[in-house]
């Protein structure tokens, strides 16, 4: 609909995939989610088993246009269409997810990091069709925070962060994943920050330090929104209050 209505694309043809079965099917497993690409932010939302097993997921979701959207669009949808300011993309880049896609060569995985190439482009083949989106199981304490600003409630992020991680028991982060998207061509993960932190306590001078380290590598997108200056301010202003709360969230 996006593309259609911005006059992006003008196909001759419309497929709909509602009645290809099979494809809306949530499956929670002790390795971890499978999301079939037709399941819906509604489906999501709705589902509170979700909101135990891939809880960061479950956050990013609620924060997806308004009411009327979040019944229609769905994971596959938003995976192929990548928007650098979407939310699922920026949560399967963070979660290392892996995209299966199926085409006339058998099905593949993709990992996230290898899949979103440029704004509203994927690895995706034009014969291929992405079937489910898989995530590794989520541990039960692990701390988390997904931060968005947009100009009004359900528009598209400015700049949006995701951040998780373990706590050792000295109180060290483990496994740091940091995210961001709406910020740049396409989601992105802040290699950097993850590197200065992981293994570090998070302390708030520390944090504040990796963040930059994080951010000023990055290539700021400029619009008529926000520019560049801008967005970097209020993403890391978004990070260092998404480490804050996932330090202060008890775990579940
Ligand atoms: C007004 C408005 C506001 C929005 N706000 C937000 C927002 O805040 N955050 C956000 O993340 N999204 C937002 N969206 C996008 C929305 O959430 C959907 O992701 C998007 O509209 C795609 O919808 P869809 O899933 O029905 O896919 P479609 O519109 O059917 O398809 C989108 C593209 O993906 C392709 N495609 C669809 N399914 C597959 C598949 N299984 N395999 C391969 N290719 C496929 C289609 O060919 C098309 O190119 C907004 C959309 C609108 C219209």
Redesign the pocket.
């Known amino acids: 609909?996006?593309?259609l209505?911005f006059r992006l694309?003008t196909p001759r043809v419309l497929v709909d995939?509602r009645r290809v079965s099979g494809?809306d099917r949530i499956h929670i497993g002790e390795q971890g989610v499978e999301l079939g690409?037709?399941v819906r932010?509604r489906d999501i939302e709705r589902d509170t088993r979700l909101a135990v097993a891939q809880p960061l997921l479950a956050e990013a979701v609620r924060?997806?246009?308004?009411y009327q959207?979040?019944n229609?669009?769905?994971?596959?949808?938003?995976l192929?269409?990548a928007?650098p300011?979407?939310?699922?993309p920026a949560i399967a880049l963070t979660c290392e997810a892996h995209i299966v896609?199926v085409g006339p060569r058998g099905e593949r995985e993709i990992p996230a990091a290898e899949f979103f190439l440029a704004p509203l482009v994927t690895a995706?083949e034009p014969d291929?069709?992405?079937?489910a989106m898989r995530l590794s199981a989520w541990p039960k304490a692990r701390r988390f925070s997904f931060k968005e600003l947009?100009r009004r409630l359900?528009?598209?992020?400015l700049a949006g962060a995701a951040v998780f991680f373990d706590l050792d028991e000295r109180g060290c982060m483990r496994a740091l994943h940091v995210g961001a998207f709406g910020v740049a061509d396409k989601p992105v993960r802040l290699l950097e920050t993850e590197a200065a932190l992981n293994g570090m306590r998070p302390e708030p001078a520390a944090v504040a330090e990796a963040i930059k380290l994080g951010t000023s590598g990055l290539e700021m997108r400029s619009d008529i929104h926000a520019d560049a200056d801008y967005r970097r301010a209020l993403l890391e202003t978004l990070l260092t209050r998404a480490f804050d709360e996932a330090m202060q969230r008890s775990p579940s």
């Open positions: 609909m996006p593309m209505a694309a995939l494809l690409a037709k932010w924060h997806i246009a308004h959207i979040r229609r669009g769905t994971v596959g949808g938003s192929a269409h928007d300011a979407a939310e699922l896609a995706l291929e069709l992405i079937v947009s359900g528009d598209f992020a």
